[in-house]
């Protein structure tokens, strides 16, 4: 039977290349998998693997989900209780943090460890976004990113954020890319895990690694 | 130590130091009219030289770091085909999408993210009301609002450099310095500038160093330079000179005088940090 990936609509940002590129994804990994984009929370507490994007900022974000009657229940439980596979993309994946701090203190889930923070580059002249392609530097082994290659020959993935999520466990920072400074790239633990950068807008890095979420057996 | 930003011998310097950098951006800029490519692209083999979702596969394919659309259709009420030609190629392109050209309003600009633009270009929407910039970047975050300057030098030869916003494609003068103008919808909100020059658009003389140099100096957000690509040089230049986080272009790659592996090669010669994911091999 063909596994359902739910992609959650809450309002915040364009979900049209995020669903393309996991199809396209799923079509050229050969993986049987229908992609719903979806702001019903039942269908996301069935869903076989769980995908939250999120663009803009996070105290928006967590009130757009939380103005989806019944979705962080139903996200709770397909995650938590379930295990089913999840991956947080951008703010979805700043999301997953204890906190963020942009635009005053506001709670996230609490799945990983740490707070988002303002990117603040030692270097003055470096411009904030933090915006374009950057290469990842990986701290541990993750199913997610086999068979891509990564360091500074390695591919490269498209990052366009100001804030990113500073993990209080090293162990769940799974990569990081530099900006005059460690930024983090993947936090991971777990059946979840999140990138900070757009895989939908990452050509060859992004159809792998969503390739292989898809595959993913935590 | 770690690499310059701006490259050039700096970079050159530190290159062994380097480990992770963020690129340089190459930005092919197609002119959109009634959903087709103006003037066409001459570049490759295209079965359709004037469908700009043909243009931007095959840039996409290339390894352009982003894409822009230009819309100059001159009725609003023909925006759907350009929605279309978006929302078309957002499912082709897995690369960052710019679209820009008569956006006036938050739900112009609701319309072209939804059908598939990643950012959205405002230019005379934001100099008639500079708080449509504030009110777009928090609606959308900043991220997604890029402003548009259309600048002109207005300083005579020996006077300290000045330079005004033109709008209405370079036709009309506001009275507005360039430099007030850019820090001022940064402030706002703006995640990022495109820069014009007025002067140089058109004449393959190479950027207005001076003008990216003092914008790109002035705000903390990346700065595009454009207007008067001609030469692999001048995309250099730009850069290393000029300060800018990403160059655009239009014709210089439509009409096949360079290739982007040819420009991003070029530019990784002079010393400047370039995504050449797929491109090595050509060198």
Redesign the interface.
Same mark, same amino acid.
Request: aromatic residues 4%.
């Given at each position: 039977m063909s596994a359902s990936v739910a992609i959650i609509d809450y309002g915040s940002g364009n979900l049209h290349s995020a669903e393309k590129a996991f199809a396209r994804a799923a079509r050229d990994s050969g993986a049987d998998c229908s992609i719903f984009v979806t702001s019903d929370p039942e269908v996301v507490r069935k869903a076989d693997r769980v995908v939250l994007p999120g663009v803009g900022a996070f105290a928006d974000c967590r009130a757009g989900l939380h103005a989806v009657a019944g979705m962080p229940e139903a996200l709770n439980e397909a995650v938590i209780e379930a295990g089913r596979p999840f991956l947080g993309i951008c703010v979805g994946m700043q999301l997953m943090a204890d906190r963020g701090l942009e635009y005053g203190e506001t709670p996230g889930f609490g799945w990983i460890g740490g707070d988002v923070v303002r990117i603040e580059p030692a270097d003055p002249a470096l411009k904030v976004p933090h915006m374009g392609w950057n290469t990842l530097d990986v701290a541990r082994p993750h199913a997610v990113l086999q068979g891509i290659p990564t360091g500074p020959d390695g591919l490269h993935a498209y990052f366009v954020h100001s804030y990113h999520l500073k993990t209080s466990d090293k162990a769940q920072c799974v990569a990081t890319t530099d900006y005059a400074g460690a930024v983090t790239a993947l936090v991971a633990r777990d059946n979840m895990a999140g990138t900070q950068f757009h895989p939908e807008k990452s050509q060859t890095l992004g159809l792998r690694l969503i390739a292989n979420f898809l595959r993913w057996t935590p | 130590m &770690?690499p310059? %930003?701006?490259g050039g011998e700096d970079a050159k310097k530190h290159e062994k130091a @380097? /480990? *992770?950098? *963020?690129?340089? &951006?190459v930005i092919p800029c197609l002119d959109v009219k009634d959903g087709r490519v103006v003037k066409g692209v001459q570049f490759v083999d295209l079965i359709d030289a004037g469908d700009p979702v043909e243009a931007a596969i095959a840039y $996409?394919a290339a390894g352009a $770091?982003e894409l822009c659309f230009l819309d100059i259709t001159a009725s609003h009420e023909d925006r759907g085909i350009l929605l279309d030609v978006v929302?078309r190629t @957002? =499912? #082709?392109c897995?690369?960052?999408l710019t679209v820009g050209g008569g956006v006036r309003s938050v739900d112009d600009i609701r319309t072209l *993210?939804? #059908? +598939? #633009?990643?950012k959205v270009s405002i230019n005379t929407a934001a100099v008639n009301d500079r708080r449509f910039v504030a009110r777009a970047a928090e609606k959308? +975050? =900043?991220?997604?609002i890029v402003v548009a300057i259309d600048a002109k030098r207005v300083s005579g030869e020996g006077e300290p450099p000045r330079w005004e916003i033109f709008t209405h494609g370079g036709r009309k003068l506001t009275g507005i310095d360039a430099v007030d103008y850019a820090r001022e919808v940064v402030s706002l909100g703006a995640? =990022?500038l495109l820069l014009t020059s007025m002067d140089r658009d058109g004449t393959k003389a190479g950027f207005d160093i001076m003008l990216t140099r003092a914008i790109a100096d002035a705000v !903390? /957000? %990346?700065v595009i330079a454009s207007g008067g690509v001609g030469t692999l040089d001048h995309l250099v230049e730009g850069v290393r000179d000029g300060h800018a !986080? #990403?160059v655009l272009a239009a014709s210089i790659f439509h009409f096949g005088t360079y290739t982007i592996p040819q420009a991003k090669l070029h530019m990784a010669a002079a010393g400047l940090p370039m &995504?050449l994911?797929?491109i090595g091999d050509a060198a």
């Open positions: - | &770690r310059h %930003p701006h @380097a /480990v *992770l950098m *963020l690129k340089t &951006r $996409d $770091d929302t @957002a =499912e #082709a897995f690369m960052p *993210l939804t #059908a +598939g #633009a990643d959308f +975050g =900043e991220q997604c995640g =990022e !903390s /957000v %990346p !986080s #990403a &995504r994911d797929g």
